[in-house]
């Protein structure tokens, strides 16, 4: 098992605001600890937006057990009562984020002695925020994890699994029922790497010139997931169409075959680039006499049509192709736009390139 980051600094958070309260004699420490479980982020950015949206809701939770608890006294259902006015008014100020933790405070207010309650009141709202501020220097503490390594790494795994069965079913060589499962796992898969897009994305650069490095990357990756989406597209395709495909004429199955293969081969070659593991100045070169023309590519699939179908199948059939053709033509334009940013980046930003190999990790 393989602790990750989050976990790590989830678990140095507790320690250390169980270790400021217990350092300030606060009672009920374990009311630091539980913030700080809710208040860690995967993220910098995501803490000190947390932060500010954690103040806000914990302090309107505070206030609202103060009234109510003066009000109304401690009983069950008034702290019923006042979880449902709170979740509503952090509802209707966007910050529903801050519910669960809100409602901690509210509970462990109204829970304080009759006696010196808004004493009591004060120092249990402050043991929360030792909690959601211990989380936060945490945050600040450990470095963010290098995200474009990490991203890197996972778009590749994830590509070269989906080029992986697009060879294997246009072979017809596939499981069907198992090619299903894999493709809502590579799905979810592609899903991931949003998420961790989304973190790099938010993560902030406060240099002009890294801005404008980091704006260049971003559109680089952003293109890069595309791409696998396209891919992933294509395969779905080719599981739909499998049984159509089977009953094509043998020397278009060949010829689909080929073609596929050259796209697969075109983006294992552009995975491999960028990386600096392909010299730039052959990579225009390989596989040239293999390039995918979608000209052709269509052209060859009109002709077949009017040669097999002229006594052979109804037109409708063949045409129900359509789709699978044109998934395959944008992924190939996909393909060209992620080469072209590419070769535009790499011939006048190589500076900018620091994702490390696994091999230097």
């Not at 606060?26 to 630091?32: C, K, M, N, R, T």
């Not at 971003?218 to 159509?244: D, G, P, Y």
């Not at 990386?275 to 730039?280: P, S």
Request: glycine share 4%.
């Amino acid at each position: 098992m393989k602790l990750g980051a989050r976990i790590l600094k989830t678990g140095i958070a507790i320690t250390l605001a169980l270790y400021v309260a217990q350092w300030l004699d606060l009672p009920s420490p374990v009311f630091a600890g539980i913030a700080a479980i809710f208040a860690i982020q995967p993220s910098i950015y995501r803490s000190y937006l947390s932060i500010l949206e954690h103040i806000q809701g914990n302090l309107i939770g505070a206030i609202l057990a103060v009234i109510f608890g003066i009000t109304f006294g401690a009983d069950p259902f008034i702290i019923g009562l006042t979880a449902i006015v709170l979740i509503a008014i952090n509802l209707r100020l966007k910050i529903e984020n801050t519910i669960p933790l809100a409602l901690v405070t509210v509970i462990a207010i109204m829970q304080s002695p009759a006696e010196g309650f808004l004493e009591f009141s004060f120092i249990r709202f402050g043991t929360v925020m030792i909690g959601i501020l211990s989380a936060f220097l945490v945050n600040l503490v450990f470095l963010p994890p290098k995200y474009e390594t990490r991203l890197y790494y996972k778009i590749k795994e994830t590509t070269d699994d989906i080029l992986k069965w697009i060879r294997i079913s246009t072979r017809h060589a596939s499981e069907h029922n198992l090619l299903k499962g894999d493709i809502e796992n590579l799905r979810q898969r592609l899903l991931k790497l949003e998420q961790i897009f989304t973190l790099y994305k938010e993560e902030r650069t406060y240099l002009r010139t890294n801005k404008l490095g980091k704006s260049r990357k971003l559109v680089l990756f952003r293109q890069l997931i595309v791409t696998s989406n396209r891919a992933l597209f294509t395969l779905k395709m080719l599981h739909r169409f499998e049984n159509e495909l089977h009953h094509m004429p043998t020397e278009y199955q060949h010829y689909l075959k080929a073609e596929l293969d050259h796209l697969v081969n075109f983006h294992e070659q552009i995975l491999l680039k960028f990386v600096g593991k392909i010299k730039q100045n052959n990579t225009s070169e390989m596989f040239e006499e293999e390039k995918f023309n979608k000209k052709m590519f269509l052209d060859e699939f009109m002709r077949q049509k009017e040669e097999w179908c002229h006594t052979e199948c109804n037109p409708d059939d063949w045409y129900q192709l359509f789709p699978l053709i044109s998934r395959i033509v944008d992924y190939s334009d996909q393909l060209e736009h992620l080469q072209k940013l590419m070769h535009s980046f790499q011939n006048y930003h190589n500076d900018e390139f620091n994702i490390r190999t696994r091999e230097e990790e």
